[in-house]
């Protein structure tokens, strides 16, 4: 039997995901969608099969013939739209960021352990990307010894005209944040923003040095640049006592042509992570076919993440490395 | 709906492919296995969701619940097989080689058109493999020009004592042979072979060295190395009148380790071609879901690369330049 | 004419040095040689040609028939040999450091000023890498734009037992100083070090990162690995408006075997800088015989790199980012 | 004391191997130069510091004060002038080919036994190329077993007009040849050719593949492809019985930029082969302040090519695999 999803937001992340439970992901059935603007989603059910277009949220995350609920609208309703479906007791993948604020974070994870399951995923798809998960693969094998540093860089094409420092922080940063935490496993305990220059590219925003302490003495260097304009590129090292071991972004052709020898950069992120979207949607229908927690980012995972990300923030203002107060993950997310 | 498949042969091939179909493609259902060793079988089943294990190839092939057949028993099963499914109108996915000769091959092909369906897909999984998609994709934009020459390395770790040189031709350089007339379009007209000297490690084959010239004038070199020791290896490089494009093989991650710097070599081609193995069987599932033709190799692909490994075991042989006679595609295959 | 050089000082880097006047840079003669232990200087001399061993230092730089002085002699040396030269009107090649104090780097460029003429080249080699080379023109040649963000990598095999954290930015971190100044064109304006764990490798040392800001803005990303344990290795990305530039190591073969496909890192900065040691020298016998300043770094840059150094080992201690104040260049200089 | 060398011939080649002798080589004068058209070598001379012009390539071979002779002059002259040299007792250091005749190059082959020293060295400078060197070193210390297969690819940009086939085949395979030899140090025992399809940017030639079979038994595929358009390529990898050793052209920098990430290929053999061509003629002037025999290729090695290259015509003329017939080498040769 396959597993019935209904995916609520239709924009572009919520499209993909769609498409992905209807042609790549194996066991699953894209069973229902819902927009806010429903000709919107009607246009996604006609392409993808037609599954059915429920007018409200609500109403899909109550439906008795959806098992599982894909949260992809605004970040805004998030946190509203997760506690819906823990209160139905049904799976839900929550697009990044879990919550706007850490209060509705820590509501969603009183709900889920009163609740006594563990029922949320927070879409941190980078843990299912090949690369990293061969990294982390890797450490826990021991021959490379302890891990010393961490080196992250992000680079986004050309970032729009909205976004500013805040948001290169907020939602770029975050991602490494929780990669960070994933490869080392270790929380973070202090965090300092260093702004560079802006390029002649930028309207209200800079690239930004971050590093990252963790509780554990490791140091992370994180170079994000929202508008570094020869393409997207994540790069990643990960530096042990041992040896060091290298993301090497999936490029399957070389080309020779025109003076140049290499290969052809990423558009976006979409393309970048298109095995780890997959693997990440495959991972979660199982998990609930399975009837265990996703093996993806939990609501603590997502938590964490915001309390860095809102740390950087601060640092970001102040100028200031701000110190992460420990916190201890209760029993039922460990 | 989920498309029903019955696997045939539940060694190490039938095995992988009934896995895939179990977990990794979408729209897919394992509804049926068979393998002469009636055990072998149940243990698969009991691992895959237990799917019902039916006691003969040619009950499976008639059940009314199975929509479609994938023939991975050994190879002299695979032409009798194939023409029992296009029989009983139903798709069949047959591993490689089509047949053990052309005169069977010309059979399937002649049950084929009186049936007046396209049934048979040929796994030549290499088509499907990312690289050489996008090899061929950047060949068909035309930047690049026409092409030239092409250049493909096949390199085994050690072969088995039982390989020959002749079945390093008829089981390995088959690949190359096809994957020749995917990328450039064009079918042989001449194969020479050079035999080189025997590794310490071969026991009745030698590393070979083929050229293969194309109706349109285009040099194909292939190296085809049984025992190459340090691991699985296949390169490929197509030289065009403005540039070239080459394979890039897909590591996702480099190691800096002990006075080295790069990537883990594959042990083999399950491993190498893990994501052409999936493609190949989803893009499967979906043609017969959309009830047209597979787009991988057909019937008439897998005759033609029997006919050059046979031109190819004639070069061995006589160690002369083999010329390959032209043959018409019937309109039906083109 | 040759160029008549003496060598004072018949250590490891004094002894290369001598030989590479001796046997690979044009125009030079390796005419004298001294060492405090002047059966070295003899061993050395026999080895090389037989260039005269004069008995002491000072005698060495006041020789009449010697056209300049490569000073390799043990750091605290550095200053007062180096005046010495200047006394005599003598081009002077010191190896870095240029001195022990910030204090004695000013009475050199002091007695350089007094003399009219610029005399000093400090021993950065750097500077003639052909791959920092490259990077620079690459900046210079516009099509990158500004200059944002630039990375650096400097990783030891393993450091011995004496050297403290304190030295592994006085002697390591002080090339990346200097590098980036002579990369970006700007003078560095604060410095923070952030300390990771220790490796069980180490002593009484750990892992730096530092961050540099430039006067300009610029932001600048430096590790440092005393014991890196798999080899030495240095890496430099710098990150432009509309592209990025990286250092590939010279390597120039690449090697499979036992399921890697990879290149061999270096030992030691002897061989992975090879080149860029033997075209210092080269530019530099160049400079003598054109009677001209050597394009090298120059007292003022060995200068700014001690400052640098200076503030970094405040920030080490103090664990707070250090302000470096601007300092103009006098005319002399510039 | 340097070497007084006299070039002969002030042309591409000429005037690069006085400016490197001028430049960049330890121990070497250029003393005289050269050139049929005597306002050439005059510029020459003003260019790179006024070694006298002599009017005569005789008077400059006879000169006293010439110490060895480099021989750039047109390809007709190249036997003449080394029969001369020989005669006048000085090393000779002749650009490839040693002869246009395989008669002549006996000659020459005759004169330096009859005088009893070896005097000839022939402009093969990939021999001096740091990877080639490597990739022989490689094979020299064993680990990888013995060599089995060598694969060689030789791309021009684009070549003149007047390049045919034939010249493909003399003028560049030659290096192919010659350094096939000196990598796996057997003999070449038969040569066949294939032609691609010509290139639209083409005249009056086509891409090659030539296959080279040793006396060991060892296979050597090589492409020769006059207009690659897309810049000077030259690759290599060595197949042993272990493992392989390939070529990494000499890159320092990579650049990421408009959608690309990687090198820039190179314009021709003058920067790809900078440093073979500097080696090559420091070992040559070391050679003679030594007294000794060069380690460059031989008038032997020479005739070797030769041969080979004259078995290549035929090949491509008959479209058939040529026998080289052995011949073994004169012991005042090995």
Redesign the interface.
Known sequence: M?IRIGVIGCGVMGSDHAELL???????QLAAVHDFDAERASVLSRRLGNPRNIESAEALIADRDIDGVLIAASDDTHAGLTLAAIAAGKPAFCEKPLAATLEECRQIMAAEIAGGRRLVHVGFMRRF???Y???RA?LQEG????A??L?C?HRNKIAPDYITSDLVIANSAVHEMDIARFLLKEDHAAI?V????A???AVARQ?Q?I?L?TC????V?V?I?P?????Y?VQCEL?C????????P????????????????EEDWRTRFRDAYRLQL?EWI?SIRDGRPSRGASAWDGYQASRTAEAGLAALRTRQRVVIPAEQAPPFYS
């Not at 260093?194 to 220059?197: D, L, Y």
């Open positions: 396959s209807h042609r790549g992901v194996a066991g699953a990307d090949p690369g998960h061969a990294m890797e021959l490379l010894g302890r010393l540093l080196h860089i300092s260093i702004s560079g220059p390029s002649r590219y690239p040095v590093i302490e554990g003495g490791a140091v260097t170079e640049s508008d570094a304009v020869y393409g590129d530096v006592e041992d040896g060091t071991v290298s993301l090497v999936p490029h399957v052709i070389s080309r020779r042509y025109d003076g140049h020898d290499g290969i052809a950069v495959q199982v």
